[in-house]
């Protein structure tokens, strides 16, 4: 699976569950999740669960940082990077 369709099905996860209150935000690949108040903690967790059973990736606790889960872009990089089998992505 690309990057692209990782993305997709993040934004649609992340609108569906998050933003569903907030129809007229525009979400870019790179705009901060955290930052912008999209998500918080809880949803973060929320959302790795989310990645693990919908991709099969296995998400080391000591992976969920800002670096691969603050943006869609991030997010897709880092499962696409665990599909490659690039392990700690």
Not at 52 to 72: K, L, M, N, Y
């Amino acid at each position: 699976m690309d990057r692209t369709e990782i993305a997709a099905q993040t934004r649609r996860y992340i609108t569906e569950n998050f933003l569903y209150t907030r129809p007229d935000l525009r979400l870019g690949d790179d705009d901060r999740l955290l930052e912008r108040g999209i998500i918080d903690s809880m949803g973060v967790m929320e959302l790795v669960a989310f990645l693990q059973e919908r991709f099969a990736v296995t998400v080391d606790e000591r992976e969920i940082t800002e670096e691969h889960f603050g943006s869609i872009a991030a997010i897709a990089a880092y499962v696409a990077g665990k599909h490659r089998g690039g392990g700690d992505a």
